[in-house]
């Protein structure tokens, strides 16, 4: 049985940093996070190979976000640098079975965690 469980989440100044993690059981998955703001659509974040060689982050969040993974921890991680009140949304990790570079559609992952809530203040 495939679980996500994320944490992390919380309530920051503008300019802070976070670090969400995802904690993946049942088995070792190319890896998502996407967002969803208040009112607004679900939007893919950032994403991750299954051995972390190669990454792919949406343009808003390229070099202030990075996602990496520990598969001996079966941990993924997104480190959240200089956020921003925009980046305000519930966060979701999410795991797909094959492996491919640069997946940022939702309906190509199979399995999602529960999310965890980032709130940016000004």
């Known amino acids: 049985q495939v679980q996500l469980v994320e944490s992390g989440g919380g309530l920051v100044q503008a300019g802070a940093s976070l670090r969400l993690s995802c904690v993946v059981s049942?088995?070792?998955?190319?890896m998502g996070w996407f967002r969803q703001a208040p009112g607004k659509e679900r939007e893919f974040v950032a994403t991750?190979?299954?051995?972390?060689?190669?990454?792919y982050y949406f343009d808003s969040v390229k070099g202030r976000f990075a996602i990496s993974r520990d598969n001996a921890k079966n941990t993924v991680y997104l480190q959240m640098n200089s956020l921003k009140p925009e980046d305000t949304a519930v966060y979701y990790c999410?795991?797909?079975?094959?492996?491919?570079?640069?997946?940022?559609?939702?309906?190509?992952?199979?399995?999602w965690g529960q999310g965890t809530q980032v709130t940016v203040s000004s």
């Open positions: 049942g088995g070792t998955f190319t």
């Open positions: 999410a795991a797909r079975f094959t492996t491919v570079a640069g997946c940022v559609a939702q309906d190509e992952y199979d399995y």
């Open positions: 991750i190979i299954r051995n972390g060689g190669s990454t």
